[in-house]
């Protein structure tokens, strides 16, 4: 093995890795080609971790002692067709797409920081060099494809004792680590919530320490890692992190301000933070939609803006889901999250999700279960699982009172759907139609009779049919004293 000159003592272990076919067929091609160019080459990161943890990963990274972008033309050439190719010459590196897989080549380096940014000042380096850079000690293992320990797994600072004990823990000082690159305290926090790994203390310490260094971070980086704790499988554990650190007072100060309760005259409300961080993971073991846990995380945003404390009453968050839906832009924007219809969704989700939880304590009424119907759309089976999520009380037979509502709201949107046929519903009468058949030009008087049909069918006066919408139309129309001048 050619790997430079080691100040390190590394570890070999003879660790087999249970390999798809595929996965097989990338390394056996990777270590092929490594040997027709002299070059040495070992498989490294993310990938050995995920593969001693059983955990499926699509991402596959090699350091090649020499050049990583020379390699990677190789393999790509080889591949039956041949695999797509993309070089970052400027960063040493080169990406190899092949199926549903991402291969990353690169040259083993060593890196140094300036204060004020987390890009690297980058040189050539030997394989030790380029384990020590790393960020963590589980993510600072590699297996040897050369032939001399073909399947020889390199640790140098007892990752795979750490992956045993679920630890995060960094290679070297972890002060160094941080500042050198801020982005690893979002990442420690975003593998503690991945894997239900803990922090070790002096590592936990040092990300505290460091936290004002995450302003050096571009918002989409930031985010990028937050929408894999938001993914992770108990998402809460990372933001519970992320507030005890005080990172998410940094770049999500409206999340971080729900936190605290509130006593006046003895009444206090809940702890808004922590009650959704319970939506968020209640939501996560029905869905794995991003967008609609984005929803959880900020249904209840505007909680700070409404509270009120009413004497005698107690505290109340009146029209918070009206404040949180005009806020959902606001946030995205700073985010850098898309401003499209995934971010549409999210604000339609804040603005509607009490609607359910009213129609759970009420009397269900073919007239309301309409209107929700029309107003959700197709998202109304999210809205329906956010609104199940919600319920977060303590007292059993208080959750199963409302679950079981809600399962009457359910069998009411069914039976309703059914007959009516209004989810992602129009009007049978159109704004036009109404125009020629009153020779009335577009105006204010064409919404009030559109406006009409569509109440009319909402609250069960008509039926959704042309018929009876278009003699609603002509009824209501000769109230206004209007004369049809094109009959249908």
Request: charged share 30%; net charge neutral; proline share 4%.
């Amino acid at each position: 093995m050619k790997s430079g000159s080691s100040s390190l003592k590394i570890k070999k272990h003879l660790l087999p890795l249970s390999l798809s076919e595929t996965e097989e067929k990338i390394i056996s091609l990777v270590a092929r080609s490594a040997r027709e160019l002299n070059l040495p080459v070992f498989l490294v990161g993310g990938h050995v971790r995920d593969k001693i943890l059983q955990r499926p990963s699509k991402d596959i990274d090699f350091v090649v002692v020499g050049s990583g972008v020379e390699l990677a033309e190789s393999v790509a050439a080889h591949f039956h067709p041949a695999a797509s190719l993309a070089v970052y010459k400027n960063f040493g590196t080169a990406l190899v797409k092949h199926e549903d897989f991402e291969v990353e080549f690169v040259g083993a380096r060593k890196e140094s920081y300036r204060g004020d940014s987390r890009k690297p000042i980058v040189e050539d380096g030997t394989l030790e060099d380029d384990l020590s850079r790393r960020d963590f000690t589980i993510n600072a293992l590699a297996v040897s494809l050369n032939d001399d320990d073909y399947g020889m797994l390199y640790d140098a600072f007892d990752g795979l004792k750490d992956i045993e004990k679920k630890i995060i823990r960094t290679p070297l000082n972890p002060d160094i680590t941080f500042s050198d690159d801020p982005l690893r305290m979002m990442r420690a926090i975003r593998f503690a919530s991945q894997l239900s790994f803990r922090i070790e203390p002096e590592t936990w310490q040092s990300l505290v320490r460091n936290r004002e260094r995450i302003s050096i971070i571009s918002a989409e980086r930031i985010t990028e890692e937050m929408n894999k704790i938001i993914l992770s499988p108990k998402p809460s554990v990372g933001f519970d992190l992320l507030f005890k650190s005080g990172l998410l007072k940094i770049f999500f100060p409206e999340f971080e301000k729900l936190f605290g309760v509130e006593h006046v005259e003895g009444k206090g409300h809940k702890d808004n933070f922590y009650h959704t961080l319970q939506v968020l993971d209640n939501l996560s073991e029905k869905s794995d939609d991003l967008w609609l846990r984005w929803a959880a995380i900020l249904h209840d945003i505007a909680k700070p803006d409404t509270k009120r404390f009413e004497k005698g009453r107690g505290w109340t968050f009146h029209g918070h889901e009206v404040v949180g839906a005009r806020k959902v832009e606001r946030i995205f924007r700073k985010l850098h999250l898309p401003l499209n219809e995934k971010m549409k969704f999210v604000q339609k989700m804040v603005m509607l999700h009490l609607r359910p939880i009213v129609l759970s304590k009420e009397e269900v009424t073919d007239s309301a279960i309409r209107r929700l119907l029309f107003d959700a759309g197709d998202d109304i089976d999210s809205l329906m699982m956010l609104c199940e999520s919600d319920i977060t009380s303590k007292n059993e037979k208080k959750v199963k009172r409302y679950l079981e509502n809600f399962q009457l709201v359910r069998t009411k949107l069914k039976e309703v759907e059914a007959s009516d046929r209004l989810r992602n519903w129009q009007p049978p009468i159109s704004g036009e139609l109404i125009m020629k058949t009153f020779g009335k030009p577009p105006g204010k008087e064409i919404g009030i009779i559109k406006d009409a049909i569509r109440e009319a069918i909402l609250e069960g006066v008509i039926s959704n049919t042309f018929d009876d919408a278009y003699n609603f139309m002509l009824a209501k129309a000769k109230e206004l004293g209007w004369e049809c001048v094109n009959k249908y």
